[in-house]
């Protein structure tokens, strides 16, 4: 006789012999009602180095990639800002941590104000939650004003997107003593002093991640409260660990930490999906080419692994509304090239006669 | 001691210290001349436009053991920014950061202002004319550019009536009378960040900066109307007679 028991009856995809072993389908990892993003929705991509790797694909493939902080368009005759501040929908760079989205929020909404908001330096008024600004401010008050202008712009994506996908970097980090505000860097690293006084570092446990990130949704639904809220985890191990572990367990602890937190916030939240970037890319089906020789970085056909996977449920068809916004971006700049070329002609001109006459 | 001549030479603002009237059809090769100036210690170097590397060498070989009062570019803020972006802008300049700003303009940190001045300023030429100064025992000076103008009525009466904007306006389908100027309070700003670059650039060349003295602003910083030339960008003989007065000073009090 026939046994009968729960196994019996498993979809191919619960088999690791039939899905994983033969004809791993990346796409069928994500357990995402489809379509994970309509073609009409508007996204916002926050979190690690990782995420930023998502935006030009989604652009590419016609989807609203939301930008509410750019550089002006008068702008391109200059390097682009460094790093990453640049990428995102708004200018806040890479966030690594759940802390660190919760306390961008939060400040966005003026209920956090960190006292250490600023280092003053020879070279300028550098931003400790924007380090690596190439163009960072050269007074108190043009700091003031960026910092306000920039939130205000991260406060409107926030509020704005439809979609609002955060890619989980790290557990650990670096806060001030004083009143806990997470720096995406360690102070001294990329810019600023390390002062043990003031700087303390903090590795983030399962309930703490699990607290900010739910804290954030939280607070995110009341501006905005049909969002959707995709979770990833970026595959890219730490590059370096505070803690006194080798790096290699440090980042097993780390990426289990977010994973586990992202899973129970996804199975405690509605409208809040996981996406399995990190499975696509670190699982013992990845073909060793996914990450560079260093073992860290990722390649472009991991990113292509996982963006295939991600595109392919998400709703593709139509490229009407991301043509008529394409047009009028475009429509925009060469005004604008105009204003600047007829300035141009004036001043060559005039200088022209001005020469002349001496 | 015998007191140092100051060769004045560079772009088209030396147009309002080298009061030497050239003719369009006269010999544009560069030409040394004496500066009337109660000091006796002026002169400047006028010719081809757009200069070139033989004004540019012609001053080297003229310059040798005196101070070189160098009127670099000058019109950045005007050549990026006379007319008014559609999209709006503004800017602190730390110069003078006090100044209102517009809520609904976006805002560009000055550091970005400074690298699109620094870049458009042929600061490579500029590096190596002063080490060829240098190299012949010149004292090299970097001098201000005027304040910018405050009246719109003035300047787009004066533009109404050059040929060259009403064609390129043309060109680029704008109708002439409704080109909208930037703010004058954000030409102000722009031109104080043109200064600060240029305050800079001297610094990393090592060389003095020669500020805009006060003389030649009015109360809210901008180039007094008794000093408009007839166009948009440039001063008169009036503004460049304190300029003279001034570098004069300058280089005294500095021991330059």
Same mark, same amino acid.
């Given at each position: 006789m026939i046994k009968s028991h729960p196994y019996k009856s498993l979809p191919r995809r619960q088999y690791w012999s039939s899905a994983v072993a033969k004809e791993f389908v990346a796409a069928e990892v994500a357990n995402i009602p489809?379509? %994970?993003?309509?073609?009409a929705d508007r996204i916002v991509t926050a979190g690690s180095c990782f995420a930023a790797n998502l935006i030009p694909y989604l652009e590419k493939n016609g989807?609203?990639? %939301?930008?509410?902080?750019y550089a002006h368009s008068l702008y391109r005759a200059i390097p682009a800002e460094n790093l990453s501040y640049a990428k995102f929908s708004a200018g806040y760079g890479n966030i690594y941590t759940a802390r660190q989205l919760y306390q961008l929020l939060l400040r966005c909404q003026g209920r956090f104000t960190p006292t250490e908001d600023r280092w003053v330096t020879e070279e300028g008024i550098l931003d400790p939650f924007r380090p690596g600004l190439r163009y960072h401010a050269s007074s108190e008050r043009e700091h003031e004003l960026l910092t306000v202008n920039h939130l205000l712009a991260t406060q409107e994506a926030f509020s704005s997107c439809d979609v609002l996908i955060f890619t989980l970097g790290l557990t650990e980090a670096w806060q001030s003593k004083i009143d806990g505000a997470v720096f995406p860097a360690c102070p001294g690293t990329i810019t600023g002093k390390f002062d043990p006084e003031l700087h303390e570092f903090k590795n983030f446990n399962t309930t703490e991640v699990i607290y900010d990130l739910q804290n954030f949704i939280q607070d995110l639904r009341k501006i905005n409260p049909k969002v959707r809220v995709l979770l990833t985890v970026s595959p890219v191990p730490l590059v370096a660990t505070a803690t006194n572990r080798h790096v290699l367990a440090a980042t097993t602890y780390s990426k289990a930490v977010l994973r586990v937190a992202a899973e129970v916030v996804c199975n405690e939240s509605e409208n809040v999906y996981y996406f399995p970037a990190y499975e696509v890319i670190t699982g013992p089906q990845a073909p060793s080419n996914f990450f560079e020789a260093d073992r860290r970085n990722v390649t472009p056909d991991a990113i292509c692994a996982v963006m295939d996977a991600f595109l392919a449920i998400c709703e593709r068809e139509d490229r009407d509304i991301f043509c008529a916004e394409h047009h009028k971006l475009a429509d925009l700049t060469i005004e604008q090239e105009n204003s600047c070329m007829l300035s141009k002609e004036i001043a060559d001109l005039e200088c022209e006669e001005a020469a002349m006459d001496n | 001691m015998q007191e140092k001549t100051l060769l004045i030479a560079g772009h088209s603002h030396v147009s309002a210290l080298i009061n030497r009237p050239l003719k369009r059809d006269a010999d544009p090769r560069p030409y040394l001349c004496t500066i009337e100036h109660s000091s006796n210690l002026l002169q400047g170097l006028t010719g081809e436009w757009p200069r070139t590397k033989n004004y540019w060498d012609e001053l080297v070989r003229h310059g040798k053991d005196k101070i070189v009062v160098l009127l670099w570019k000058g019109n950045s803020h005007l050549s990026h920014y006379l007319i008014a972006p559609r999209h709006p802008i503004d800017l602190v300049a730390s110069a003078d950061q006090n100044l209102p700003i517009n809520n609904n303009a976006a805002l560009i940190p000055e550091t970005a202002l400074i690298e699109l001045f620094t870049k458009t300023s042929e600061i490579d030429l500029l590096v190596s004319l002063v080490a060829d100064l240098k190299k012949v025992n010149s004292i090299p000076i970097l001098c201000c550019s005027p304040p910018p103008k405050e009246d719109d009525g003035f300047i787009r009466a004066n533009l109404h009536r050059e040929p060259t904007f009403i064609r390129q306006c043309k060109v680029l389908g704008i109708e002439p009378n409704a080109v909208k100027f930037s703010p004058p309070l954000l030409r102000y700003k722009l031109w104080c960040v043109l200064q600060t670059t240029y305050r800079k650039i001297a610094n990393r060349l090592g060389i003095p900066f020669f500020p805009a003295p006060a003389t030649v602003k009015d109360l809210n910083g901008f180039l007094p109307?008794?000093?408009?030339?007839?166009?948009?960008t440039h001063a008169n003989a009036v503004y460049g007679e304190i300029i003279k007065d001034e570098l004069v000073a300058f280089t005294k009090e500095n021991t330059i």
């Open positions: 489809f379509p %994970l993003i309509k073609r989807f609203r990639y %939301l930008r509410t902080e | 109307r008794n000093m408009y030339s007839n166009d948009s």
